[in-house]
Structure formats: C-alpha cells, structure tokens
C-alpha cells in the first residue's frame, strides 16, 4: 500500500543555519508533494509544492527537491530563524485518488536553537 | 485573505452523544475535506467531497460519520454516537482549483469522556 514517511522526528538546528527535512515515499503513482508547517495548536499551512515533472522548486527561503528514482523529497529552509519552529508534514497526491485525497506523512518537528 | 473556518474550536461530549462540527470552506473551492489529527500523530484523512456527495473516504470515516452541505457555503461533520477514540483535532479543508493545494482551517479539538 502507499505511504509517506519521514526519516527524523526532531530536528535541533542552530538560528541562522539551514535545514533539511527528509520524506519517503513509496507510491510510484504520486504526482504532487506537498510541504505543510503546523504550528502548535493551529492547522497546517502550505508551504510549498511540487509536481512530479520537477526535480526542484524554490520559494522564499524554502526549496523543495524531489528524487522520483528513489522516492525522496526534501523541505531545504535556508537562514532559520525562531519563527521557523513548528512540526513539518510532506504530503501527497496519488493519481489513483479520485478525490484527490492528500496522504500525510508522520511530521517532524523543528527546534531553532537562538 | 480568505480563509477556511471552523467552529466550534473546543467542544468537549460525552461517550454516546452526537456531535456536529462545522467548517465554512473557501468561496470558490470545488473540493472539501475533513481529516483529523489524534493527539501527536499525523494528520489522517477522513473524506473528500465534491458536486455535493462524497468522492472518497477513508476506512476511518465509518457508519458513525457523515458530511453534509446544507446550505452551499457551510460543510458539516458529524459523528452519530462519539468513542472515546474519536477524541482528536478535526481539520476541515479546501481546494482551490486548478491546484491541488488544499487550504486548512484551524482545527476543532473534540474531547470525548
């Protein structure tokens, strides 16, 4: 069956430096990732996205890179800073979903260290 | 900006009662989700809807759910006879076309007793 998974459940980084945050997925039929930040006690917020005609996509200090061959994406956060803090979620799209349902992978939270 | 939202934030039941939770999607958006997020874990799809009937549903979203448009701007959920195991974040969402970005309220945080 499909999923979506994540390698780290905590991520501690320094504020300044950058971060990656890693996904794997394993449904070949997936045509749209997601990036989603929630926030404690809110709803998830997009971030960025990306179709799977793209290896890369940039947005303003995130960048999103997707390796089809191995069923990989990755959420880049240039310079973070404390605002950055906040549970990440890759989510996708399969083209099998009729409703165009998105599938959530397991979140990992990130700590930005002042 | 618009924005999706859901009322009520907090509703606190007992095991047994009905409970209704209500989401006003964006405007213009076709498509209409509830998902739910029990307590530290992922957000978990629950059902989809579109041209007034569900177009999916996960096999959490049981006889006990259903999803109803009333009256063209709001979109409800509502549990028949609340578990326990019900007890969660309930996130209404929608899409805006043609994208398949989905836009998410703030959530309703449902405790059963």
């Known amino acids: 069956g499909e999923s979506v998974g994540l390698h780290l459940p905590t991520l501690s980084v320094q504020e300044g430096d950058n971060s990656i945050i890693n996904c794997a997925y394993s449904?070949?039929?997936?045509?749209?990732f997601i990036w989603y930040k929630q926030e404690s006690g809110k709803g998830p917020q997009f971030i960025i996205d990306?179709?799977?005609?793209?290896d890369k996509r940039q947005g303003q200090r995130v960048t999103v890179l997707l390796n089809k061959t191995v069923k990989h994406l990755s959420l880049q956060i240039a310079a973070t800073q404390p605002g950055d803090s906040a549970v990440y979620f890759c989510a996708e799209k399969s083209l099998e979903a009729a409703g165009n349902k998105l599938t959530f992978g397991g979140g990992t939270r990130v700590l930005v260290k002042p | 900006e618009p924005e999706v939202t859901q009322t009520p934030s907090h509703q606190v039941t007992q095991m047994g009662q009905e409970v209704i939770l209500r989401c006003v999607p964006i405007?213009?958006?076709?498509?209409f989700y509830w998902y739910r997020q029990i307590l530290g874990q992922k957000v978990e799809f629950l059902v989809s809807f579109y041209n007034n009937e569900i177009s999916e549903k996960s096999e959490i979203f049981d006889d006990q759910f259903s999803v109803e448009r009333p009256d063209g701007s709001n979109f409800t959920l509502k549990i028949r006879s609340t578990k326990l195991e019900d007890s969660a974040m309930y996130f209404c969402a929608s899409r805006a076309p043609p994208t398949g970005e989905l836009f998410f309220g703030e959530g309703s945080r449902l405790t059963v007793l």
């Open positions: 990306i179709r799977s005609n793209m």
């Open positions: 449904n070949s039929a997936s045509d749209y």
């Open positions: 405007s213009n958006h076709l498509y």
